[in-house]
Nanobody, 124 residues
Framework: QVQLVESGGGLVQAGGSLRLSCTTS????????IGWFRQAPGKEREFVAG????????YYADSVTGRFTIYRDNAKNTVSLQMNSLKPEDTAVYYC?????????????????WGQGTQVTVSS
């Protein structure tokens, strides 16, 4: 069982930055690919970014490429999502998720473990 805890959400003006963090306990963190998804009111949950087990590979949704950066520190069991140049359309609940996989899945159904989510609100 992997328990994920997100932090770092909040309210920010358009053009601002936030950094989300996802932490977990346990000694097997490096076995899991980690993804960030988001869900806005009335919309489906969508893939935002993912990082491979080692941190050597990353993948981003087109909508955040060039603005968001995902990285991990396996020694600290932490994955971070640095979000710059935020837009009102980035407003959503952001979820950290994990799967024991060599790939970085982009489908929510492929992930096994989910955090509770953290709210990000970008005002115009």
């Amino acid at each position: 069982q992997v328990q994920l805890v997100e932090s770092g959400g909040g309210l920010v003006q358009a053009g601002g930055s936030l950094r989300l963090s996802c932490t977990t306990s346990g000694r097997t963190f490096s076995r899991y690919a980690i993804g960030w998804f988001r869900q806005a009111p009335g919309k489906e949950r969508e893939f935002v970014a993912g990082v491979s087990r080692s941190g050597g590979s990353t993948y981003y949704a087109d909508s955040v490429t060039g603005r968001f950066t995902i990285y991990r520190d396996n020694a600290k069991n932490t994955v971070s999502l640095q979000m710059n140049s935020l837009k009102p359309e980035d407003t959503a609940v952001y979820y950290c998720t994990a799967v024991n996989s060599l790939r970085i899945p982009v489908s929510a159904s492929e992930y096994a473990y989910w955090g509770q989510g953290t709210q990000v609100t970008v005002s115009s």
